[in-house]
């Protein structure tokens, strides 16, 4: 109780529009009481839907260091668990695999069927009721080819996200996609400063050389120009109005977005893909009929975004594992039914592959400089004003008690 009174003196403390005061980067007791309170009511993007995609098939996962099974049961629906035997508790599955009847723990043989209830067990005692006995479920849901799951995530959370997210991934053919390329992005930071990068583009000049000289939209978001980005914002309505696919469900991409949002805007400069020469590095992807150059934005914050192109798309798994440790995973996807021959990963990986590997380098260096005793908080540039408004909503959370009540042990 002390320790949660003590969090309610600091958040009370936090200045709005500045950077938060060392311990929410730095303190292991923060990171459990989020843990167990507010991240665990987020949701997180665990899978593509390839990679569990058939009945009986079933990945395993980590969330806020707990193991999950996330299972296709036989009517096609998937299911998430805690990997915790209801016997006496052992981790049940070790890797991904595919199992059509169910699990079965390997310590004494109790099993399970896909949708979690209790199968079987050996030398039961009389009496005990194995309704009881299922594995302990979390909630997951797929939308628009994505597996998002969550610890205690409210359900009604994503289905209110949905409408607005789901018709733009399927209209990039996110569902009938495959993984072409994955690469994981170790970073030993905390979550937020990972955030607080990821939301701004300040720092797109001094450290991003690559992705400012192929998105002409860093010439906005990146630094105050000239004429207050009025030029960005016709050129952008000029390429709605005469390049962009006009059969795609999404309009153009608000800028002062709600914690979710999907829309489209012109990577610019005769750009058709996010490629280095801006040229094609694989086919056409879900309903588009031609290059329109434009890339579709999908966000549901904090930590779930996709980006696609018209031939890719990029998938950006953002998953805190510690109070100083984030793991970073992209997976660049592609059409199914394209053959290896006709997908050119190194071309397509780049882009995203140097800036995040910028973005390692960059948030590693942030996190030293936050651990000295001569950290103080500063306050963020008009140009970070998305990372304030989730360094805002974050104290909201917390302070409205999801982190720091009663709730944090339900
Ligand atoms: S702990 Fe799983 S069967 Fe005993
Ligand atoms: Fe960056």
Not at 145 to 150: L, P
Not at 169 to 185: M, N, T
Not at 261 to 288: C, W, Y
Not at 291 to 304: A, C, K, N, T, W
Request: hydrophobic fraction near 40%; glycine fraction near 10%.
């Amino acid at each position: 109780m002390g320790q949660t009174s003590a969090l309610r003196e600091w958040v009370a403390r936090q200045r709005p529009g500045w950077s938060l005061e060392q311990p929410f980067y730095t303190s292991e007791e923060i990171y459990d009481l989020e843990r167990r309170g507010w991240l665990a009511g987020q949701w997180y993007l665990l899978a593509h839907r390839s990679e569990v995609a058939e009945s009986g098939s079933f990945i395993v996962r980590e969330v806020l260091g707990e193991s999950l099974i996330i299972a296709r049961d036989s009517e096609g629906t998937l299911r998430g668990f805690y990997n915790v035997c209801r016997h006496r508790g052992s981790r049940i599955c070790d890797a991904d695999g595919h199992a059509a009847k169910g699990f079965t723990c390997p310590y004494h043989a109790w099993s399970y069927r896909l949708d979690g209830t209790f199968r079987a067990a050996a030398a039961l005692p009389q009496g005990i009721d194995t309704r009881q006995l299922g594995l302990q479920a979390v909630p997951v849901r797929e939308m628009g080819g994505m597996v998002f799951a969550s610890l205690k995530g409210d359900l009604r959370h994503l289905e209110a996200v949905q409408p607005v997210l789901e018709p733009g991934l399927r209209y990039h053919g996110i569902p009938e996609a495959r993984i072409a390329a994955r690469r994981s992005y170790p970073i030993h930071a905390n979550w937020k400063l990972v955030m607080e990068n990821f939301l701004e583009c300040y720092h797109c000049f001094p450290a991003h050389p690559e992705f400012c000289s192929v998105m002409r939209q860093a010439e906005v978001i990146g630094r105050v120009p000239a004429d207050g980005g009025e030029a960005w914002q016709r050129e952008v309505q000029t390429w709605f109005k005469e390049e962009a696919d006009p059969d795609s469900p999404l309009s153009i991409r608000p800028d002062f977005p709600d914690a979710y949002s999907a829309g489209r805007f012109p990577i610019g400069k005769g750009r058709k893909t996010q490629s280095r020469d801006g040229e094609p590095v694989a086919p056409l992807m879900g309903r588009l009929q031609r290059f329109d150059g434009g890339v579709s934005g999908f966000r549901l914050e904090p930590f779930i975004y996709v980006m696609a192109s018209n031939d890719h798309a990029v998938m950006f798994q953002i998953l805190p594992t510690g109070a100083e440790r984030t793991d970073v995973i992209l997976s660049w996807l592609v059409n199914a039914s394209v053959s290896a021959a006709e997908v050119d990963v190194e071309r397509m990986i780049w882009l995203w592959d140097v800036t995040t590997t910028q973005d390692k380098v960059i948030i590693e260096r942030n996190a030293a400089g936050v651990r000295s005793r001569a950290y103080a908080p500063g306050p963020y540039s008009t140009l970070e004003s998305a990372t304030a408004r989730l360094v805002g909503r974050y104290l909201q959370g917390i302070s409205a008690g999801d982190s720091i009540s009663g709730h944090a042990e339900q």
